[in-house]
Structure formats: C-alpha cells, structure tokens
C-alpha cells in the first residue's frame, strides 16, 4: 500500500512511516500544509493520514480539496484535540475515520486496514477481475485459481493496474507509486519495463493477458 503521512510532529511523523514501512509499504510524508496540499493533489494514495493542525494551514483544507478533486484516498484525521465538534467536521468533510492524540501504532494500523477494506476492497479482502483474484491479506494472487509466484514490486504493480483498470499509468506515476520519493532519485524507468515485462509474463502463462502498452504514454490494464 501506498501512504501519504501530513503530520508536523517530526518524532511521530517517523515513527508512523518506521512502523508502516515494516510491512513493505511505500510511505512519503508532508510536514507542512503547502506540502500535504501539493502532494495530495498530485499523487494518489491508498490511505492518507492527516493531522488537523499541520503549520501553515488546517488538514480539513486538505480534505475538502482531496473530496472535491474525487480522490480515492481513503483518510484518517488525527489530532491532539478531542473536540467532538472537530471529529464531526472532518468526518462529514468526508474523512473515514479519526483518531486522537496520543495512540498506539498498532491501533492506527488496525483503523487503517479497516478503512482499506471498507473502500478500495469493498469490504472484504478479496479483489477480482475476470480470472485473477488477489488475497490483500496474504498477499497472493491467483489466476484461474492457480497461485501465481510474484516478487513483492510485482504485486503490488498487479494491485495498481486493477484498481486503476481502463487507465493510463504512466511510467513515472508507476515509478512513484513502487518506490514512493525515492523515484526522484532514478536516473531512468528501465526497472519499470523488467518489471511490467516479467509481470506480463506470468499472467500470461496462465491466461490472463490484460497489460497493454500505451504507446508514448506508459502503460494500461484492460480487457482484450
């Protein structure tokens, strides 16, 4: 999964993205409102946490803009006031769900797999297109209920293309969603095209041919 953390306290800003990037989750970070606005609208993301009170601005700005453009992110408010008043704004901005300073990682972690289950999954753990299903819980994918042997980058791209199926991923949103920030720092995408290819391959050795080249643009994932 792929996670936007928009929280100025610095020491719990890294210990969200420590806890979360023990699981191979990609996380980047915005210290500032001008920057948890800027990424927000440029990226998107299976989750972002965002605190109510980031310097600079309110997380609810963030939020009726991330609701606005129809992002797809699923969000969680956090905030070290308890004000019921604030909990029902963000709620009804459209946020998901809302936890309150100080808390226990692992009950964040918790609140966040549910928020993925209930949006992007449709409650369950289970995502399907024609002949492939993929568990999200361990991870693995099956086509024509054959398990299929995947590295953890290629699953992840085979959950990128199904949900954002019948759309242009370029190479660099691809780049950005595997490797998060880091992909600044990429000299070229050829990783990208190994990747996709041995993907491509493994699919298609089962039956499932859905990867399709976008000439000039990247890549897309739709029927025959």
């Known amino acids: 999964m792929k996670y936007l953390i928009a929280e100025d306290e610095i020491d719990l800003q890294q210990s969200i993205v420590t806890y979360l990037q023990r699981d191979g989750n990609i996380c980047e970070v915005a210290s500032d409102f001008r920057e948890a606005s800027g990424k927000a609208a440029l990226y998107d993301?299976?989750?972002i946490i965002l605190d109510i009170n980031l310097v600079t601005g309110s997380g609810l700005d963030v939020l009726k803009t991330l609701k606005k453009e129809k992002k797809k992110a699923g969000v969680i408010i956090i905030s070290a006031n308890n004000s019921l008043t604030d909990k029902l704004e963000g709620l009804d901005l459209g946020a998901d769900d809302y936890i309150t300073k100080p808390f226990h990682l692992a009950e964040l972690?918790?609140?966040?797999?549910?928020?993925?289950?209930?949006g992007k999954y449709g409650g369950d753990e289970i995502m399907e297109f024609n002949e492939i299903k993929i568990d999200t819980k361990s991870r693995t994918a099956y086509v024509n209920s054959k398990a299929i042997a995947l590295?953890?980058?290629?699953?992840?791209?085979?959950?990128?293309f199904i949900s954002n199926k019948g759309r242009v991923l370029s190479k660099e949103i691809i780049?950005?969603?595997l490797w998060g920030d880091d992909s600044d720092l990429l000299d070229n995408f050829d990783f990208i095209y190994v990747h996709i290819n041995n993907l491509r391959k493994k699919l298609t050795a089962e039956g499932a041919k859905y990867i399709k080249t976008a000439y000039g643009s990247g890549y897309k994932f739709i029927e025959d």
């Open 45 to 47: 993301y299976d989750v």
């Open 151 to 160: 590295t953890r980058k290629e699953y992840d791209l085979l959950v990128f």
């Open 109 to 118: 972690n918790s609140r966040i797999n549910a928020v993925l289950r209930r």
């Open 175 to 177: 780049a950005e969603h």
